[in-house]
């Protein structure tokens, strides 16, 4: 029988959700492109409860147990002798979110010789050390598009709290203060203003989409270009790279994998060839940003906002500079576990776990690695260095 060893985030401080804000989803059953939804036999849970905590064991117990499987949930990951690191030495398959990654390095998968299978429970399979996944015949799998859109969204929210200076201006509510000026004195309106991605994929093109509506002038970078009809739908102009695009942009958004191409690319350099009082949204992964040229770039006044959701490591120390740079809407990564992402991502996990222990190909688009080599999105989406 098969160890399913699954790292989930903390439950709620106040204990996990007797009750949930609404009653039901939308139906969702396919993505912008036709891609349909995850398709498992059946889910043991009910849409829109929290799945992606330690409670919620993505509404796996019942189907695994039932069929004479182990699995093993925690959200102690770090630090010596974790859980993580005790259950993984024979552990079959792991599943991690990356809100709440469990780090796959080189050792930890060389000190589990069981180890067949690394499912991320949503997308974004950067916290597997995929060269080692390719060396030792693990596959790697994600639940491409569950949380996509989810992401996309949180961008447009955080693009307009910071240039209409929400967050700041809400807090004077909180204060009991009314004091305008100080609300409006960093406010400005989106209409108008040149805003670029780096990556068009998914989440990116579907920034695109969602911002177009707001009169504003869209650019891209991406090492695959957009078809010619896209690029006159919406009026995009393409630049080969981010340090041509990000001249031209009043916002930046970061849509990309984390690859050795894409690690540390916003630090100092490209930062000082941003406008003056350009804002950059980073919804993609922490790496790609500089850690202290971000921080320094807001104090300067070289950038006039930064909204982050995600963070190196995770979760992230109290100390870490973010938290106290201003002019920032930072989150912990949230964008793409809402709850009506967890419902997709966790029937993706049991849809891939079922072609698995019934040994039937798993979806194409949710491949990373397989067959000792980058597969599917991973093909398309990562890069290895050897």
Not at 26 to 48: C, K, L, M, W
Not at 56 to 71: D, Q, S, V, W, Y
Not at 165 to 192: K, T
Not at 239 to 256: K, L, Q, R
Request: aromatic content about 6%.
């Amino acid at each position: 029988m098969t160890k399913v060893l699954c790292v989930l985030y903390d439950d709620p401080t106040d204990g996990y959700p007797a009750t949930y804000a609404r009653d039901d989803l939308p139906a969702i059953d396919h993505y912008p492109g036709g891609q349909t939804a995850p398709t498992p036999s059946a889910v043991d849970f009910a849409p829109g409860h929290l799945l992606g905590s330690v409670t919620g064991e993505l509404g796996l117990r019942a189907f695994l147990e039932k069929a004479g499987h182990t699995l093993v949930v925690t959200s102690d990951k770090d630090g010596d002798d974790s859980v993580f690191d005790r259950e993984l030495a024979d552990a079959d398959v792991v599943i991690s979110q990356p809100f709440w990654p469990a780090y796959l390095t080189a050792e930890r998968i060389a000190a589990a010789p069981d180890l067949k299978l690394a499912i991320t429970a949503g997308i974004g399979s950067d916290h597997v050390d995929l060269d080692a996944a390719v060396a030792h015949g693990v596959t790697v799998a994600e639940v491409t598009y569950s949380n996509s859109i989810s992401v996309a969204e949180h961008v447009v929210m955080t693009t307009l709290s910071l240039v209409r200076n929400y967050l700041p201006s809400h807090q004077v509510v909180l204060d009991g203060g009314w004091n305008i000026a100080d609300c409006v004195a960093r406010s400005y309106d989106l209409e108008g203003m040149h805003v670029g991605t780096v990556a068009a994929g998914r989440i990116g093109l579907a920034v695109l989409r969602r911002l177009a509506p707001f009169d504003v002038k869209l650019h891209y970078t991406d090492r695959h270009r957009l078809p010619e009809s896209v690029e006159r739908e919406l009026g995009l102009t393409f630049h080969p790279t981010a340090a041509d695009m990000v001249p031209h942009c009043d916002v930046v958004t970061i849509n990309a994998p984390l690859h050795p191409e894409t690690e540390g690319l916003f630090g100092d350099d490209l930062l000082g060839r941003m406008k003056r009082g350009a804002y950059l949204i980073n919804t993609a992964r922490a790496r790609i940003a500089d850690r202290d040229a971000i921080d320094r770039a807001l104090r300067s006044g070289r950038l006039a906002g930064y909204g982050g959701d995600v963070w190196y490591p995770q979760p992230a120390p109290p100390d870490h500079p973010w938290r106290t740079m201003p002019h920032h809407g930072v989150t912990p990564h949230i964008s793409g576990s809402s709850l009506s992402a967890q419902a997709r991502y966790a029937a993706g996990t049991r849809e891939i776990l079922e072609c698995w222990l019934t040994g039937e190909p798993i979806r194409d688009e949710y491949l990373i690695v397989d067959g000792g080599g980058l597969a599917g999105t991973g093909a398309h989406s990562y890069s290895v260095t050897k």
